[in-house]
């Protein structure tokens, strides 16, 4: 069992940045890939970025390439999505996951069962 639980979220005005954090329960946090989804009102949830186990490969939406980046740091059990140039667009409530299911090779994600997702952050951007 993994036990996922985010922070960072807030209200910004675009343009602006946030560092969205989410850390992890267990021992074993460095065998998985995390990912981080987004919902907003009235649609799907989306996939925003994913990193592999070790950190060497990540995987980015098209909408936030250039402007997101994740990261972790295994020590801390830790996942990170720095967020910059955020736009109105980007309002959602983020959630972080975790998955031995899922692969993130060559910017590509193999696979789609995500196994632990946390309980969400609310970003919220004014323009």
């Known amino acids: 069992q993994v036990q996922l639980v985010e922070s960072g979220g807030g209200l910004v005005q675009a343009g602006g940045s946030l560092r969205l954090s989410c850390a992890a329960s267990g021992r074993t946090f460095s065998s998985y890939a995390m990912g981080w989804f987004r919902q907003a009102p009235g649609k799907e949830r989306e996939s925003v970025a994913a990193i592999s186990w070790s950190g060497g490969s990540t995987y980015y939406a098209d909408s936030v390439k250039g402007r997101f980046t994740i990261s972790r740091d295994n020590a801390k059990n830790t996942v990170y999505l720095q967020m910059n140039s955020l736009k109105p667009e980007d309002m959602a409530v983020y959630y972080c996951?975790?998955?031995?299911?899922?692969?993130?090779?060559?910017?590509?994600?193999?696979?789609?069962?995500?196994?632990?997702w946390g309980q969400g952050t609310q970003v919220t951007v004014s323009s």
């Open positions: 996951a975790a998955t031995r299911k899922v692969a993130v090779v060559a910017g590509t994600l193999e696979g789609k069962r995500w196994e632990y």
